[in-house]
């Protein structure tokens, strides 16, 4: 999936062209959705997770080798060698190899009727199974684990799940919240063992065997299913000498993604960066875009990523947020079947938990992530009524402040979606590929329906109206300069008016001159903000507006300095150029059709480009003579 994104990312970006890409992947097809993997078992359609489409490779020039896994990389050499013997040279290197299942050290875990539950060859051989079958075990408690369990549960079977910990998702969630998630799962069906470790599997019939330490008697069960974690991917690593982290391994990054070798990246879950293997798609993601931007020459770094973990089953909302490693005073609400957590560190917010439906959970992680302050009367808030404010109901998205989170997975805010949403996105679809909000979980894609109705009914319709009115008003100061007949000046000294001091005097020349390039500077910088990532202020389209606004300005300044005299040489060539660039600008901005506005838009750029030479020519010019 991250290489995937990567992928995307460089061709959004545009880089693509600088690369010959070649993608190997272990499995016999192309990426797919493993997040939404478990609803496979629902509708049994492949073609629903693809995240690629038939001739998605040969349309952007790429190549892809599928069920053919890389055995070994010559560092020397730049060459990496596939499991048939092929040596394909590299001049980048990127491992994005994932991660495989941990299965736990137990005998016999080797048997028939023992599965891991990672990929959709898994989960075929596990339905395989399953049409014939009445009971299943589930190894492991966490996330994974209680995902598989509900899973085998819609499958119709009679579930038990095993986990070594004395309570459910421990790395994620306190014994409280623990114990009232345990008692909602319980409700499903799902029977729960705590605070055991399996020792041995074993044959008998045509069940399994499961033995546990500290229990005489054995679980028998039609099929067991390891659940129990991941495991970096870094073995290519390990064997061409790279840095591999000690403990869980993971192949050691820098910040620019970088592994130990300078040409070779890692991206996802087979990396570790400061010490942290993310074993979640999101951080995958955000390497992906980092290392995207690298390639394409642009300064980026990975600054780490604030976990957010939501436990995904009908009626059980579970979330996790922020490390719950880091020392810190622990505070606790609970009530109406609720639950909710916080841990303070000094007066910053890192981490939180809840078991329940919790409105304000944008803005705890947003508090989290960006490690604001916590005020007094609103932890005083938060012991009485499980919230950071009296007002607990929920606010249009489009009343959201810019930094609140919408896409938790993705760490999205209200304010990059509304930059996307009133620029070119104008449906769901759209802003989600833009942004890449709702593509993991898919929770918020409600949210992002809103936003769109909100812009497309308010916001857009306002940007709209400024466009039109600035392109109306460009339109008509240029054509009256092309149509019109200069204004006249005086023929005698002895005469003169208003327009005789701008067009003779030689300070209100330069003034005019002078505020007409300040307009063309400003309009262009205003136009970077669209490309520009890391402005983050205002809504995109307000700065169309500007854009469009002071380019009408510029055309009123060009009156003032020429008098609507087209000029000669190069100074009617610069004349042209300018109104050209207006009128194919306004014709962008106003629309014409939609077919039209994306040549109109091209024009204007192929009319802005001889600009800054014409004008370095006119102002040397004017000086030297």
Known sequence: MVAYKLVERLDALGALGRYTVTIIGEEPGPAYDRVHLTEWLNHRDSGRLALVQPGWSEALGIRIITGKPVVSIDRERHTVQTADGVGIPYDRLILATGSSPFVPPIEGADQEGVFVYRTLDDLERICRRGSDIGSAAVIGGGLLGIEAADALRGLGLEVVLLEKAPCLMNRQLDSDAAAMLEARVRQTGIRTVLGVRASRIESWNDQLLLFVDGRPQPLVTDMIVMAAGIRPRDELARSSGLAVASGRGGVVIDD???????????????????????????????????????????????????????????????????????????????????????????KHLVAAASVGPWEEIGFTQDVIRHRRRIWPWQLQQFLESGTFSNRVERRPVKNWPGSAMVCNCLEITRGMLSAASSGECRSVEALAEKTGASTVCGSCRPLLSELIDDVSSTVAFRERAGLLTAAVASVLLALIIVADAPIPTATSVQTGDFWDILYRDGWWKQATGFALLGCALVAAGISLR????????????????????????????????????????????????????????????????????????????????????????????????
């Open 256 to 346: 620019g993604l970088r592994t130990t070798d300078p040409s070779i990246h890692a991206i996802g879950e087979c990396a570790s960066h400061n010490g942290v293997v993310y074993g979640l798609v999101a951080p995958g993601f955000r390497m992906a875009e980092t290392l995207a931007e690298i390639l394409a020459g642009r300064r980026s770094q990975f600054r780490g990523y604030t976990p957010a973990v939501r436990l995904r089953l009908v009626g059980i909302d579970v979330w996790s947020l922020g490390d719950h490693t880091q020392p810190g005073d622990c505070l606790k609400w609970s009530g109406k079947g609720l639950y909710r957590q916080i841990t303070l560190r000094g």
């Open 530 to 625: 669209k490309r520009g990532r890391r402005v983050k202020w205002g809504e995109l389209g307000w700065w169309r507006v500007g854009h469009g606004a002071i380019g009408a300005l510029a055309l009123i300044m060009l009156i003032a300095h020429t008098g609507m005299r087209l000029g000669s040489g190069f100074n009617r060539v610069l004349m042209i150029s300018f109104l050209a660039a207006s009128l194919f600008g306004a014709g962008a901005a106003a629309g014409l059709g939609s077919r039209h506005t994306r040549l109109t838009f091209w024009l204007h750029l192929l009319a802005v480009w001889p600009l800054p030479v014409l004008i370095v020519f006119h102002v040397l010019a004017v000086y030297y003579f």
